[in-house]
């Protein structure tokens, strides 16, 4: 009763551990289970790569858009530029400001006036000034014109006779710059320059009239110049966010600045509007596998059970007539055929050892037999020994004999001759004779004639 009891008890205890931890279980659960648990990394790996390559698929398409879209508006900057130049360098050329510098004298009623109507396309507020050969201011749209007698400037346009570029803080400050371009104003007559075309470009304003879409609350623009910021709008310069720096094609003398447009994607990029998405999709699959997963542990393991239970009628019954069915998947239907061979194999040797064993009883009840018809002659031959040992009678003890005359003394204290004691007490019976030296004794020579 105890051992039923610790059988049950263990019983129970493995069924429970059993219900908590799958893997300790049945086959058809540890099946389940492992296939679930599989189909869960699966799931847990494809949403990871999937997650990493969406991520940096659409960080690099918004990269390539904003390559894209920074390529754009620096070729429409630097088309912007080259046309501003290409219009200074034609308005140098007119003939209205040779003559404002040949005649001085009568040239205040036309030359103020054209100059600062001027306005090319796109640069409206573009600061004009015409200058003499030393740098003095003619005429300009300023309120308050100055001179502009750099060395280095009078030098390029008086000199050599070509356009100057340089850069130009805006008001004392290094945001805001101011472009200064200055053109040889030549007179035709010398060759030589006459004057000055200067014109100072604010940075910001032309890039507001011409890069509307740039620098928001996603970009942020800045222009360079060398290491030198000419214009930021909205530029963080933060750890994580997307720059891209396009060089500004430009033509003399703006070529010589080495401009360059530098754009900073501010768009933080989320994903995580893909997580419920994902965690539904993945629920799905989840349920479908753990379905199929039931259902492939269900077709393995109904032929195990089978298997088993034609193994435990067999450890119940003793007979060795039952055969296993030969089905499922390959590894199945070869432990079946196995199981089967195996049963073959017990089965004849089973019956090499029936066999055997009717044999060898034979032998040993032939022998049992001969051992018996032994034993009965032996019985024979020990009753007719002890018969002859009961007709045997024995004298024992101390016998009186006379030292002459050899009688014996019987127990009652009679004298009698040997032969008749002998005679009365044993079954032997005496013939009477000579021996030769009695003969020679009793009758001397004569003796010998007896013999």
């Given at each position: 009763m105890t051992g039923r009891s610790d059988g049950k008890a263990r019983g129970g205890i493995q069924d429970a551990l059993s219900a908590r931890f799958p893997f300790r279980g049945d086959i058809y659960r540890r099946i389940a289970a492992s296939m679930t648990l599989y189909a869960i990394c699966v799931i847990l790996l494809i949403g990871a790569v999937s997650y990493v390559c969406i991520d940096l698929l659409i960080r690099k398409n918004v990269r390539l858009s904003m390559e894209?879209?920074?390529?754009?508006?620096?070729?429409?900057?630097?088309?912007?530029?080259?046309?501003?130049?290409?219009?200074?360098?034609?308005?140098?050329?007119?003939?209205?400001?040779?003559?404002?510098?040949?005649?001085?004298?009568?040239?205040?009623?036309?030359?103020?006036?054209?100059v600062k109507s001027y306005r090319p396309a796109g640069h409206e507020s573009i600061r004009l000034s015409l200058c003499d050969f030393q740098g003095n201011p003619i005429t300009s749209n300023l309120q308050t014109p100055i001179p502009y007698k750099t060395p280095e400037l009078l030098r390029e346009t008086v000199e050599k006779g070509l356009p100057f570029s340089t850069v130009l803080p805006r008001d004392g400050s290094g945001n805001g710059a101011l472009f200064l371009l200055a053109y040889p104003v030549v007179?035709?007559?010398?060759?030589?320059?006459?004057?000055?075309?200067?014109?100072?470009?604010?940075?910001?304003?032309?890039?507001?009239?011409?890069?509307?879409?740039?620098?928001?609350?996603?970009?942020?623009?800045?222009?360079?110049?060398?290491?030198?910021?000419?214009?930021?709008?909205?530029?963080?310069?933060?750890?994580?966010?997307?720059?891209?720096e396009m060089p500004l094609s430009t033509a003399a003398p703006m070529k010589d600045l080495g401009l360059s447009m530098r754009i900073e994607n501010h768009r933080r990029i989320s994903l995580w509007w893909m997580?419920?998405?994902?965690?539904?999709?993945?629920?799905?699959?989840?349920?479908?596998?753990?379905?199929?997963?039931?259902?492939?542990?269900?077709?393995?393991?109904s032929h195990l059970r089978a298997l088993g239970a034609v193994a435990q009628q067999i450890a119940e019954s003793g007979s060795l007539d039952s055969q296993a069915e030969v089905a499922g998947p390959d590894d199945v239907q070869a432990l079946a055929s196995s199981f089967n061979a195996m049963i073959d194999r017990v089965r004849s040797s089973r019956e090499d050892l029936e066999r055997r064993v009717e044999e060898r009883t034979a032998e040993l009840s032939v022998a049992n037999e001969e051992l018996l018809r032994l034993n009965?002659?032996?019985?024979?031959?020990?009753?007719?020994?002890?018969?002859?040992?009961?007709?045997?009678?024995?004298?024992?003890?101390?016998?009186?004999?006379?030292?002459?005359?050899?009688?014996?003394r019987d127990d009652k204290g009679y004298w009698n001759q040997i032969e008749v004691y002998i005679s009365k007490h044993t079954e032997a019976e005496f013939s009477h004779g000579i021996c030769p030296d009695c003969a020679k004794e009793l009758y001397g020579e004569y003796a010998e004639n007896l013999e």
């Open positions: 894209s879209s920074a390529r754009q508006q620096a070729v429409r900057l630097s088309t912007s530029l080259d046309s501003m130049q290409e219009n200074l360098s034609h308005l140098s050329k007119n003939s209205l400001l040779i003559n404002a510098l040949i005649d001085t004298s009568g040239s205040r009623s036309y030359i103020d006036s054209f007179w035709n007559m010398t060759g030589k320059a006459e004057g000055i075309l200067v014109a100072e470009v604010p940075v910001g304003e032309m890039v507001d009239a011409q890069l509307l879409a740039m620098g928001s609350n996603d970009t942020g623009l800045r222009m360079m110049s060398g290491g030198r910021v000419l214009f930021s709008r909205d530029f963080v310069d933060g750890r994580g966010f997307q720059q891209f997580i419920p998405a994902y965690a539904v999709s993945a629920g799905i699959l989840l349920l479908l596998s753990t379905l199929l997963a039931r259902r492939i542990s269900s077709s393995v393991t009965l002659e032996k019985e024979v031959a020990i009753d007719r020994l002890q018969e002859a040992l009961d007709k045997i009678s024995t004298l024992r003890g101390l016998l009186p004999i006379c030292a002459a005359c050899k009688k014996i």
